[in-house]
């Protein structure tokens, strides 16, 4: 009898474990970042393979809401979220552009990384697919958006040992998107001040906030 039960319940266990679909595995590894940095590469691609552009940066993030993608070359730039504010500066041109925050854009990468409340089976059709190389402990996930006017056809999400380290992107006019994170560093405590922003002095400030008020 004994030996029976133990039988049943090693069954179970592994009709649990199958039953876990694409959409339970990608949500607990999102979810397992609650804070985030590393440094990334991006690479952009036109439909046929031609570099456009490549940036290299800092990247750090914090659930909900909180994020800041710093570029440090070739040209500087940089987008801080706090939950309620959006701010994009451009050294070059000696401008801000202060956005409401917004998590309607539940299409995007940035809600992936910030949102407490994902639901992926709403926005995506989700597809873990085999990987091919030979990187072990790597799970790969295809993501097509349900939504026609997407911002992006597709997304696909690389993890290595629970940790994300590559966003492949497509948009609708063929160009595709690749980030590369490096020197990743998860759960660690971040600075409130790295997801606020003061404007220097002599730069233009354009507050769209005030504008809907």
């Keep these: 009898m004994q030996k ?3 039988i049943v319940v090693l069954w179970f266990f592994v009709c649990s474990c199958y039953a876990q679909t694409s959409e339970d595995k990608l949500t607990q590894l999102l979810l397992n ?4 940095e590393a440094n990334f590469t991006q690479t952009i691609k036109d439909k046929n393979s031609r570099l456009i552009q490549q940036t290299f940066g800092k990247i750090y993030l914090e659930r909900p809401g909180k994020f ?3 570029v440090t070359k070739p040209n500087a730039q940089l987008i801080i979220a706090n939950g309620n504010k959006l701010w994009v500066y451009d050294p070059d041109l000696q401008q801000v552009t202060i956005q409401h925050f917004s998590q ?3 299409q995007t990468p940035a809600y992936l990384l910030s949102d407490n ?3 992926l089976a709403h926005n995506f059709n989700i597809k ?3 990987q091919i190389s030979q990187i072990a402990n790597a799970e790969v996930f295809n993501l097509t958006p349900k939504e026609h006017d997407a911002m992006f056809s597709s997304i696909r999400l690389t993890f290595i040992n629970k940790q994300i380290r590559q966003m492949e992107l497509q948009d609708n006019m063929g160009h595709f998107t ?6 990743v560093k998860m759960g660690e405590k971040l600075s409130n001040n790295l997801f606020e922003f003061t404007a220097p002095p002599n730069v233009d400030v354009l507050d769209e906030t ?3 008020q």
């Design 178 to 183: 690749s980030i590369l994170f490096g020197n």
């Design 128 to 130: 873990q697919t085999p």
């Design 210 to 212: 005030k504008k809907r």
């Design 33 to 36: 970042i609650k804070t985030f």
């Design 117 to 119: 409340n994902l639901n």
């Design 104 to 106: 309607a854009t539940n």
């Design 68 to 70: 800041r993608w710093q």
């Design 4 to 6: 029976i039960f133990k």
